[in-house]
């Protein structure tokens, strides 16, 4: 209540509205020369439309809270929705059939044709809407830390979430390097806020996540679920990667040991505890998703985390919740209207609740974020929601391939739209959803690097135990931190071994700290009977599933999985 003899506060922006306004025109209105020719050669309404390029994250957080409905978190960081979706829309996903990439594209299913008449449409329409919008954010960054295989991002979009979502997940140019930027070599158009037509040929809903390599350009529309801009950065690495680099692109988290400099790898999908895992305050931190192994070490593709949120506590991530301050967004979070405290267990917009960060908001984050090393360890995660894979296994080489190729894992609620209970699933590299190139070429390539460097692999299951999903339980995190850490002590290859029957796995007898019936699961399920029943179902999905590959493979391979 302002009483009469009080002066009410007012805002200098709201006082000074005019000044403001032409303050922010001079920061933003930075291009100039070739960079203003390209955005209205484009046809970008230069005289109708704002552009903010690069913004301070304080400009779009006044932003995203004065025309988004955002608002600003307990811990700083600030909270933003993405709308209808809250998961990518891989049945949305297209990919130009053009003539310099036709060769090389996986087709199918993950990669679903689109002719270049109906990307010019879309684009067109991307474009026109953002000519509707006040503001238009514009982020130039790069996505790889070794500057020989790096590549120039530019993010076109009209929600300044979108724009600091990838201010922090891109790598952030100096302010010399944004000056000398030049022509980016991949642009995404994120229109998102505005629906796809439904009756343009090749449309099967008003979602549409399209990528055109011959003119290194995406376009969103009908979804403004972030991470589609940051997995579409990803679906392009991994095609530039092997094909113009010769370099091996994966879906992974690295770190490397404080005293030893050993390098790991994990590979796995969303959900699986990729970026948990990774994040160790014995290790530094070399990224948390998705990587290059090149020729001469390990570097992260990206500039900063996209993490699950969903149960986070200190207790549990201390890295992580850590991490969520100023300059973080939370997607999706539900808060108290009170506090603004964030409810990290409430899952009642979707269980895919997600936090962004810049990478060096881990206190042990290796900056610049690459190594020139080679692995010494892979860690292959999977989510079995059978209930039957032991938490750690070790694997041969041949068998190495064949889960790699194999890739299963559970879809987990909310990474994806629709998906409520987990769903058995093999995606091939463990990265089906942003592969590109045949999965082949993939395996090929990392045999190569683990059979040179020899690399232990490991097979890790953070799934249930005791049971399938629904009767049994999800393993202890405590359980599987114990494992990871005996992986990179060298205590887990000292162990003795013992065959997992159906799935020919090598097993430890004991390790000190897991539970005996932990780490082989016939021990820790009641019902025997029933037990035997899930592995010959999962041991029969694996035969299936890998029929697609066994062609393509050596006889020794083949045989390195289930035999029923």
């Not at 020369?33 to 109708?48: C, H, K, P, V, W």
């Not at 390097?177 to 009756?199: H, T």
């Not at 030893?260 to 290790?283: E, H, I, Q, W, Y």
């Not at 016939?522 to 029929?547: I, T």
Request: charged content about 25%.
């Amino acid at each position: 209540m302002v009483l009469p003899h009080h002066t009410p506060y007012v805002t200098p922006h709201i006082l000074h509205k005019h000044y403001a306004q032409a303050a922010e025109a001079e920061q933003h209105s930075n291009l100039i020369g070739r960079d203003l020719e390209y955005f209205s050669q484009a046809g970008f309404d230069m005289d109708r439309i704002q552009l903010k390029r690069n913004a301070a994250v304080a400009q779009l957080y006044e932003d995203a809270i004065r025309n988004e409905g955002a608002i600003i978190s307990s811990s700083g960081a600030l909270i933003n929705f993405s709308g209808k979706k809250t998961g990518r829309s891989p049945k949305d996903k297209r990919i130009v059939y053009e003539e310099t990439s036709k060769d090389d594209i996986w087709w199918g299913s993950v990669n679903i044709k689109m002719d270049e008449h109906t990307f010019e449409i879309n684009r067109e329409r991307a474009i026109d809407y953002l000519n509707t919008r006040d503001n238009v954010y514009v982020f130039d960054g790069y996505a790889g830390w070794d500057p020989k295989y790096r590549i120039k991002v530019r993010v076109i979009c009209a929600r300044a979430y979108h724009a600091l979502f990838m201010h922090n997940m891109l790598i952030r140019p100096t302010e010399e390097q944004l000056k000398d930027f030049g022509e980016p070599d991949f642009i995404i158009y994120n229109a998102g806020q505005f629906p796809a037509n439904r009756f343009t040929k090749g449309m099967s809903s008003t979602t549409s996540v399209e990528i055109n390599f011959k003119r290194m350009e995406m376009v969103i529309l009908g979804t403004e679920y972030a991470g589609e801009m940051k997995k579409g950065v990803f679906s392009v690495m991994h095609y530039l990667q092997p094909v113009k680099f010769g370099q091996l692109s994966l879906h992974s988290s690295a770190n490397v040991g404080k005293e030893k400099n050993d390098v790991t790898l994990f590979f796995g999908l969303s959900g699986t505890g990729k970026t948990t895992l990774s994040a160790d305050p014995n290790r530094l931190l070399i990224g948390d998703d998705e990587h290059v192994w090149s020729d001469t070490g390990v570097f992260n593709i990206e500039g900063g985390c996209y993490a699950k949120c969903i149960n986070l506590s200190a207790e549990k991530e201390p890295d992580i919740y850590n991490a969520i301050r100023y300059g973080s967004i939370l997607e999706n979070v539900v808060y108290n209207p009170l506090t603004r405290a964030p409810d990290y267990d409430d899952v009642s917009i979707t269980e895919n609740t997600r936090c962004a960060y810049p990478i060096e908001y881990i206190s042990n984050a290796q900056i610049p974020c690459a190594v020139d090393r080679q692995p010494t360890n892979i860690i292959m995660l999977t989510c079995d929601a059978f209930g039957v894979l032991p938490p750690v296994s070790r694997l041969s080489p041949e068998q190495a391939s064949y889960h790699f190729l194999a890739g299963y894992t559970s879809k987990t609620p909310g990474t994806e739209d629709g998906v409520l209970e987990p769903i058995p699933t093999f995606s091939t590299c463990y990265s089906a959803p942003f592969i590109v190139l045949h999965p082949g070429r993939y395996a090929e390539m990392l045999a190569e690097r683990m059979a040179k460097h020899k690399v232990d692999c490991w097979l890790i299951n953070t799934g249930w135990t005791g049971g399938k999903f629904g009767s049994g339980k999800r393993c202890p995190l405590k359980y599987t931190r114990r494992i990871v850490d005996a992986v990179h002590s060298g205590e887990l290859a000292k162990c003795e071994y013992e065959n997992f029957g159906t799935f020919n796995l090598s097993i430890p007898t004991a390790l000190e700290g897991v539970p005996r019936e932990l780490l082989n699961p016939s021990l820790a399920w009641k019902d025997k009977e029933a037990f035997n029943k899930e592995v010959r179902k999962l041991g029969s999905m694996f035969q299936r599933a890998f029929a697609l590959y066994e062609k393509d493979v050596e006889p020794k391979v083949r045989e390195a999985g289930p035999q029923i």
